[in-house]
């Protein structure tokens, strides 16, 4: 049993930033992908940024050079720093791990950029 747990979201101006983290447990294999996703009202789930435990990164276009991964393998846990926000990063973030071919999902985070 995997389970997710994401930190960070909120309310935050045009311009400006938020962290999230995304801290996982239970059986997890070493060798694995962390990554996040936002879903907007309306529009389909999207990859936002993805990085493998050996620190393997892969970004939206939409987002590189504004956002930046990362992720600390011996916590289980990968962070996501947003700067520049805009109001079309709005959205629900979701966490999501790959282990060993299966994908686990976080319960989502809220984040909202105001104009």
């Known amino acids: 049993q995997v389970q997710l747990v994401e930190s960070g979201g909120g309310l935050v101006q045009t311009g400006g930033s938020l962290r999230l983290s995304c801290a996982a447990s239970g059986s997890i294999f070493r060798f694995n992908v962390m990554g996040w996703y936002r879903q907007a009202p309306g529009k389909q789930r999207e990859l936002v940024a993805d990085i493998t435990s050996l620190g393997s990164t892969n970004y939206a276009g939409s987002v590189k050079g504004r956002f930046t991964i990362s992720r600390d393998n011996p916590k289980n846990t990968v962070y996501l720093q947003m700067n520049s926000l805009q109001p079309e990063d709005t959205a629900v973030y979701y966490c999501?791990?790959?282990?060993?071919?299966?994908?686990?999902w976080g319960q989502g985070t809220q984040v909202t950029v105001s104009s």
């Open positions: 999501k791990l790959r282990s060993l071919s299966v994908d686990y």
